[in-house]
């Protein structure tokens, strides 16, 4: 009897996965008003399209970037109106891959920062590790910029723990992405429990 090999996620050379090359503006779903992607009361927008393909993924479906609908400015209406909600603390992009979406996910943060300035936060989730984006195309580093919380790493399914706070395995982090990109090096979020 032979094990066979562990498989893991895919592992991109920097700058080699382009939006511009391989979004096609869909999302996969959009959930007003929940509590379990990201502190506090949010709305979660997920993009279609992701190239990591984690052993173990929560969301299969939305790894193919036709899954879903596409975006439109109606959605985005009805994002900006259940956001200006006062019990709304802000958004967050998961997907999917909200890195190779950045069509779709850089002009949804312009608009909350346009409209609500800091007044909502935004939070997203990634396979990148921070290191990688560092080294991304530009359009990465802009949706970086609008971010207030990243959670970044790719799943692993060997390091999968659900009593993870916001993360489903160990080896992810959740970033204060001002902190971080202000003294050149990672920070983590300072409300992490566990």
């Known amino acids: 009897m032979t094990n066979s090999p562990k498989r893991l996620p895919n592992n991109p050379q920097p700058q080699q ?67 200006s909600q006062s019990y709304v603390q802000g958004l967050t992009l998961l997907g999917g891959e909200p890195f190779l979406n950045t069509q779709v996910s850089l002009r949804l943060c312009k608009r909350i920062r346009k409209e609500f300035g800091h007044d909502k936060d935004i939070w997203s989730w990634t396979g990148y590790k921070w290191d990688e984006l560092m080294q991304e195309s530009i359009d990465k580093l802009e949706l970086l910029s609008y971010l207030d919380i990243l959670v970044d790493g790719r799943f692993m399914e060997d390091l999968k723990d659900l009593t993870l706070q916001f993360r489903g395995s160990s080896n992810q982090r959740i970033i204060d992405v001002p902190k971080s990109l202000q003294q050149d090096q990672v920070v983590i979020w300072d409300k992490l429990i566990r």
């Open 17 to 83: 996965w382009l939006a511009a090359e391989r979004s096609r503006n869909y999302i996969a779903d959009y959930k007003p008003f929940n509590m379990v992607d990201g502190e506090g009361i949010r709305c979660s927008l997920y993009v279609s399209g992701c190239l990591f393909n984690c052993p173990g993924c929560y969301n299969k479906a939305a790894q193919n970037f036709h899954y879903g609908r596409p975006y439109t400015q109606e959605l985005e209406d009805q994002i900006i109106t259940d956001l």
